[in-house]
């Protein structure tokens, strides 16, 4: 059974950092599709920073145009853990944070990914 655990939201003043954990278990680290993406009230689920693995050792990440920067992805396969840093945040980053899994295919679009996590709340503040 594939579960996706987020945690590691909260509430932070524009400027601040944060660092998002999933959990990951019942899934294989390799040749697969993850990452992080966000909803924000009235929008539509978004890619934040998927990441494509294509081993254990090596991955492609790719970011939104609005987090290059200032957002990283990264993983722990020793803790099936998946990481975002987030430093330097804006109001508009605001929004429900999902980690999510799927095949290895075209990782930075989120039609497809059939496993996500509950979701960690992040709310931004200026």
């Known amino acids: 059974q594939v579960q996706l655990v987020e945690s590691g939201g909260g509430s932070v003043q524009a400027g601040g950092s944060l660092r998002l954990s999933c959990v990951v278990s019942g899934y294989t680290y390799s040749r697969a599709c993850m990452g992080w993406f966000r909803q924000a009230p009235g929008r539509e689920r978004g890619a934040v920073a998927p990441l494509h693995i294509l081993t254990t050792i090596s991955d492609i990440a790719y970011y939104a145009d609005s987090v290059k920067g200032r957002l990283t992805i990264s993983r722990e396969n020793a803790k099936n853990t998946l990481y975002l840093r987030m430093k330097s945040l804006k109001d508009e980053d605001t929004g429900m944070y999902y980690c999510?899994?799927?095949?290895?295919?075209?990782?930075?679009?989120?039609?497809?990914?059939?496993?996500w996590g509950q979701g960690t709340q992040v709310t931004v503040s200026s």
């Open positions: 999510a899994a799927k095949g290895a295919s075209r990782c930075p679009d989120v039609d497809g990914y059939n496993y």
